[in-house]
């Protein structure tokens, strides 16, 4: 059993940084696969980054890419998620998962595949 707990959201302006946390509990943290997803009111939810269990891996949401940065440390187990110029679309409650997966370098960026969701964190960007 994992649990999450996510910080770090709130208002800014558009173009302004935002650097979210995912602290989990447990001794098992290096064995999961860790993502960031989102959802805006009236939308599904959507993919925005994942991180191999080792953090030698990532995958970033189009939507995100070359913006946001997913990373990990195992030694504090917390997952991170630096936003930077961030724009009004980004306005969306986050949540952090964790996938238990076998192998060191996957990295899913299916929502079916997380075992463990934390409650979400609000994120609002004004224009």
């Known amino acids: 059993q994992v649990q999450l707990v996510e910080s770090g959201g709130g208002l800014v302006q558009a173009g302004g940084s935002l650097r979210l946390s995912c602290a989990a509990s447990g001794r098992t943290f290096s064995t999961y696969c860790m993502g960031w997803f989102r959802q805006a009111p009236g939308k599904e939810r959507e993919f925005v980054a994942a991180?191999?269990?080792?953090?030698?891996?990532?995958n970033h949401g189009d939507s995100v890419k070359g913006r946001f940065t997913i990373s990990r440390d195992n030694a504090k187990n917390t997952v991170y998620l630096q936003m930077n110029s961030l724009n009004p679309e980004d306005t969306a409650v986050y949540y952090c998962a964790a996938a238990q997966v076998h192998g060191w370098l996957v990295v899913s960026t299916t929502p079916t595949t997380y075992d463990y969701w934390g409650q979400g964190t609000q994120v609002t960007v004004s224009s």
């Open positions: 991180i191999s269990r080792t953090g030698d891996r990532t």
